[in-house]
Structure formats: C-alpha cells, structure tokens
C-alpha cells in the first residue's frame, strides 16, 4: 500500500500495483495509460525514467528523515537544527533541554552528579558550555553562583564568607582559627563566624558571649532603675549607693573609698563649699535644683 511500483517475483517486471500498468512514479494511472496508448514505443524509456525518479524521491525522503531527530523527552520529531545532542548521544529539541536545565537550576540541583542527561540509567554529565548556549544569562548567573558555592578545593582549603554586609568571598586554610577579611580587614572565625577566639572552641566563645550580652542586659536593667529611683554614683569608685534616709552630703564606704570620699546624692559630684544652698536635706544643690531632681525622677 503507498508503492510507487512493485516488482513481480518470478520475472522481476516491474509494474504499478494499481493499473497493472508500466511503473509512472507519481503520474496519476490515468493520465499515464493516455501517454502509454499515444506513444507505445516509449513505455520502456518511460519505465527507466520512472525508476530514476521514484529512486530520487527514495534518496529525498531518506535526506529528510536524517535532518530530523526524535526527542525522547516530549516524544515528538524535530528538526536536527534546533535539537541538542548531549556528550553520550541522546538528542532531545531545544525547548526540552532548556526547561530541563531551568527546573534543576531554579532548584539548585547543579552538582555534576545531578545535572544530567534526564534519560533513565545514563548519568552523562551535562557541561557547563551546554548549559550556558541553552539558558538565559541571568539563570546562567544563578548556576555558576550555586556552583561556586558548592565547589570545594582538593588542598582541603575552604570557601567562606566575610560576616560584614554584602562582602566577600574568599579561600581560608583548614587549620586557620582566626583570618582577616582582604576586602574590609575585619578579623572573624572562618568556622563560626563570629569574632575571633583563639584558644577557644566556637561553643565556649559563643556561651562567653551569652554571658557577656545577659551581663550587659542586666546592667542596663539596674542602670534603667537606678535612674527611675534617684540613685546616685560615687564618682570615685562608681558604686551606686540608694539614700533611704538622712542629708545629701554621702559617704561612700564600699572596699575601694572606705570611707574617704563624700559626694553630693543630688548632682553625684564632690561637694564644694556652698554646695548645698537650700541646706544638705534639701533635694537641691549649687547644680540642680529641685525641680530638676523632681523630673528627673518622673522621668521626663
């Protein structure tokens, strides 16, 4: 069904399967047998001719099936032009391949052993030129970054980045405690992250700044009420002292004054002469007066 010609077993005549009549390529039968009948003599000619073209043809169609590939992935015929064909062999078309390689970098899927030839049991790396020639350059971008981030050197040397905001990546050697960032010198543990410890673990420099940052908490805490409840510091040794009764003039009595230094409750300085203008139980002094200390102490 479909021949062109036929070719008979036991004499090897050829002939058209339709009208029986001389092999005339793609002549309708009808308007081969007028020729035949008009010119008898030039069947045998015609017959030659016919072959020629029919072999022709057969050469046409096989230049087109070689011009055009399967693609295993969305089973469909392509034009070999606009298909790729991966190191092991196996084409797919363009659209394929590109939406292939977008799905695995969008997922960050772009080690060696994950990009690919998607077909089942081959494992053929795709390059990165193939991906380069089949994505846009943003995406491009976006896969040599996850690469980078993911490569690590043979020397055991690694990647790290500098803790300041938008900085630098930069190579650090496997038995370095501390480095220095060559773009913003900011010294830092290439393993934590944090300020550098040498001497230290990263978990006993990370629980001596827990406790740093609670003392520092509490600290402002105290200072916090320490200014609600007008107390005052000796301006000495710093000791904050809370007057419960009694003048202005205080005596500060902890392990470092004993005793040898006075300061004024209201201003925290060392009273001088005339200190105390409205009298040492007043809450007022030659630097703040009463209404001072009174807002002080609502806060505002």
Known sequence: EGQPYVECPTC????????????????????????????????????????????????????????????????????????VTLDCGHPMCGDCFSNYLTGKIEEGQVAEEQLTCPLPDCGTAITALQVEAAVSHELYQRFLSYRIDQWQPEDGSRRVQCPSPDCTFFLVRPDQQEVECPECQHTFCPACRETGHVGQTCDAAREVR???????????????????????????CQVRTE??????????????????????????????????PQGIFANSCVNVSADQYRARLEGS
């Open 12 to 83: 090897d005549k050829s002939f058209c399967p339709l009208c029986r009549g001389d092999p005339h390529a793609r002549v309708p039968c009808s308007e081969a047998d007028e020729y035949y009948r008009a010119n008898p003599s030039s069947s045998e000619a015609q017959n030659r001719a016919s072959m020629l073209v029919i072999e022709q043809l057969e050469q046409q169609d096989n230049a087109e099936r070689i011009r055009r590939v399967d693609c295993p992935v969305c089973i469909e015929q392509v034009e070999l032009e606009g298909s």
């Open 210 to 236: 827990a406790a740093r940052t609670a003392e520092a908490d509490a600290e402002v805490a105290v200072a916090s009420l320490a200014a609600r409840s007008g107390w005052q510091q000796c301006p000495v």
């Open 243 to 276: 007057r419960t009764a009694g003048c202005n003039n205080m005596t500060c009595r902890s392990q470092q004054c004993k005793g040898k230094t006075t300061y004024c409750y209201i201003c925290g300085q060392v009273p001088q002469r005339e200190h105390f």
